[in-house]
């Protein structure tokens, strides 16, 4: 059982210390708000935008019109 508990608190002083090395700066999400989430800063958008790495564009865009 303690060495679950070390485990743990490993675990946990290691997301910590991993999350501090990423920040929303520079982030601009534009409609929407910047989360880290995991580690890595993503957009969270407003409805009718969405967030897409792949654009290298650190904003949300608007989704393509789907009648």
């Known amino acids: 059982m303690k060495l679950l508990a070390i485990v743990v608190i490993l675990a946990c002083l290691g997301l910590s210390v991993s999350a501090s090395f990423h920040s929303c ?12 989430g995991l580690g890595e800063p993503t957009c969270i958008c ?18 393509p019109f789907d009648p």
Request: hydrophobic letters at 25%; charged letters at 35%; one cysteine or more.
């Open 46 to 63: 407003d409805g009718g935008y969405y967030f897409d790495p792949t654009l290298r564009a650190d904003k949300c865009v608007k989704k």
């Open 25 to 36: 700066d520079g982030f601009d999400c534009g409609n929407g708000f910047c989360d880290i």
